[in-house]
């Protein structure tokens, strides 16, 4: 993997399905060697802001530059070398074992006069063992839990060795430990190997917690971005959600905390419900 900080930005950015614009005039730099989050509501344009920073969708107009070089004109292997994609919720050809899963990774590195090499094989089996896969290798992905299954992908994505890693909700459809999990494991590897990684998650919390830089965004436009406490305020809940709540502290980790306040459970009681009387 390169030593460099690689440099990630978007200028001008206008994205659109069909005739249907989701994102409008986006400036972004995306810090380096940090985890940055995206949050914001649904169809607010996360997902397509990073389908755009992953060159899977063609801007309408601006650009996205990497290291000073237009997306898309990058040649696809060498992207490939610099840049990692997970999408939501990946599906693996029946009966692939994670070991040609993860050995997948290793295919932009490959050309017809450089085939498989040592450094390959070191660059398969210290993803397995840094996503403790490694006893699963010969087992079927489609065989696996939902959190081996994450595991899998991003042992993949580990293998491939890119300085730059963005994923789609990685932690969708897993249940809570797994979650926690699969976020432990993606700070593993932003801590131990500097990879800048860029991630959508739809939980404030875990947010908070796992991420060095939060991008919240509403109606296809950045309305805040910073560290987690300056972007995660009760005002900027209730503009980007409209939701009411409180932010506090985070016991175990210091950061901020949302407590959404329903209509149900109001402490001062104004709109509590006693519950049915016999």
Known sequence: MSTTDPDLRASGLHLAYDKRLVVQDLDLVVPPGRITAIVGANACGKSTLLRALARLLTPRQGAVQLDGRALHSIPTRELAQRLGILPQSPVAPEGLTVIDLVNRGRSPHQTWWRQWSKADESAVHGALAATGMTDLADRAVDELSGGQRQRAWIAMAVAQGTPVLLLDEPTTFLDLAHQIDVLDLITDLNRRENRTVVMVLHDLNQACRYADHVIAMKSGRIIAEGSPPDVITARTVEDIFDLRCQVTT?????????????????ASGAEAVTGAAG
């Open 250 to 266: 985070d016991p175990v980790s210091g950061t901020p905390l949302v407590i959404p306040m329903g209509r149900h459970h109001d």
